[in-house]
């Protein structure tokens, strides 16, 4: 018998071996943050299946099999269903949680993208390596100000009864990056929004490659043939690739192992 999550089924070894994390295990901040950092440095936002006519699949044995075991990256729903299940097999409480993209306004818009809220020693931490130009380490519910990881400045502000805002100070501006709060999320929520994000006409991941890593300097974002390369302060370097380009970004920057026949598709 598995739970409702399935986490039993996760190879807890392997994940550290993708992550190419060697260090302490034990459920602790420092280790929710060494381990957030080591899924983030090497499992990339990524697509790409979606593009190829394949689909998503958020059963773990899929997510696992494809972001763990060939080693590939994925969009926010098989990062945090990864994360939270190795979590919880180290022995972390986790609580899944969708969010509304961008500010809500007077229009909110569907839950589409999957956070994590991480329990540790009394302390509620946002955990989240599915954004793509996101947070770096989990930033703590308790916090009542900015937080400023490698350059980059985040805030997690209440957003009224049991929910709230991450943001993101972006030159001298704040952006909402996506709010959410308690509802409870089960397997079949994820389903669906997951079916809608990977299959709307209008979400932004049909039609068009978007590939996502950040790091301690600069965000790196792939859209269609469009790189842009983004620092802390809001410069944005800009210019379209060319074929032999596409395909040498996706491999060399973004260390994704693809065939050629799935180069050329792309």
């Known amino acids: 018998m598995t739970g409702e999550w399935e986490i039993e089924r996760l190879d807890v070894d392997a994940y550290l071996d993708r992550v190419e994390y060697a260090g302490d295990t034990s459920p602790t901040a420092q280790t929710l943050a060494a381990l957030h950092r080591a899924h983030l440095a090497t499992i990339p936002f990524e697509n790409l299946d979606i593009v190829l006519g394949r689909g ?32 919880e097999r180290l022995g972390y409480a986790v609580d899944r949680l969708l969010a509304r993209v961008g500010d809500d306004g007077e229009r ?13 020693d009394g302390e509620a931490w946002l955990a989240d390596v599915g954004f793509g130009n996101g947070i770096l380490e989990p930033v703590s519910f308790a916090g009542d100000g900015a937080v400023t ?17 991450l943001r993101e100070r972006v030159g001298e501006e704040w952006t909402t990056r996506y709010a959410f709060d308690d509802q409870r999320v089960y397997p079949a929520d994820i389903v669906m929004a997951n079916h809608f994000t990977s299959t709307f006409p209008r979400s932004p991941f049909v039609g068009q490659a978007v590939v996502v890593r950040r790091d301690g300097e600069v965000t790196r974002r792939l859209v269609g043939r469009r790189l842009s390369v983004t620092r802390p302060d809001g410069s944005t370097d ?21 065939r050629q026949e799935e180069l050329t598709a792309l």
Do not use: N
């Not at 494809?66 to 945090?80: D, Q």
């Not at 909110?108 to 540790?120: A, D, E, G, I, Q």
């Not at 990881?149 to 805002?165: C, K, M, P, V, Y």
């Open 149 to 165: 990881q490698e350059g980059w400045t985040f805030a997690l502000a209440a957003a009224g009864a049991h929910a709230w805002r």
């Open 56 to 87: 998503i699949e958020v059963d773990l044995d899929s997510v696992q099999a494809k972001l763990v075991r060939r080693r590939r990256g994925g969009y926010c729903f098989e990062h945090g269903l990864l994360f939270a299940a190795a979590l």
């Open 108 to 120: 909110p818009r569907p839950r589409t993208h999957m956070t994590l809220r991480v329990h540790v």
């Open 238 to 258: 800009e210019r379209d690739l060319g074929d032999d380009e596409v395909a040498e970004v996706l491999l060399e920057v973004f260390r994704l192992p693809l």
